[in-house]
Nanobody
Framework: QVQLVESGGGLVQAGGSLRLSCVAS????????MGWYRQAPGNQRELVAI???????NYADSVKGRFTISRDNAKRTVYLQMSSLKREDTAVYYC??????????WGQGTQVTVSS
């Protein structure tokens, strides 16, 4: 059974920072591309950042230069370091794992709220 457990969300003032973590189980972590997505009320879920199994990264234009995705294969964990947060970053952030055998998988989400 695949499990993705996010943590690190919360309430932060604009301009502040947060680090999200996602611990994976039930998959061969090193074979999976990992990503962070977010969904604000009334909006579709959108890609925030992705890191491939080989370590290549890609970011949404709206977060480039402010967010950093990284992974620690030994800890089966993917991180999202968020800096210079803006009110428009407020959303539920979801961890995603995509790879062989188990395909596409989602975590339960963690709320990030940025206040002005």
């Amino acid at each position: 059974q695949v499990q993705l457990v996010e943590s690190g969300g919360g309430l932060v003032q604009a301009g502040g920072s947060l680090r999200l973590s996602c611990v994976a189980s039930g998959i061969t972590f090193g074979l999976y591309n990992m990503g962070w997505y977010r969904q604000a009320p009334g909006n579709q879920r959108e890609l925030v950042a992705i890191i491939t199994k080989d370590g290549s990264t890609n970011y949404a234009d709206s977060v480039k230069g402010r967010f950093t995705i990284s992974r620690d294969n030994a800890k089966r964990t993917v991180y999202l370091q968020m800096s210079s947060l803006k009110r428009e970053d407020t959303a539920v952030y979801y961890c995603n794992a995509n790879g062989p055998i188990w395909g596409n998988n989602w975590g339960q989400g963690t709320q990030v709220t940025v206040s002005s």
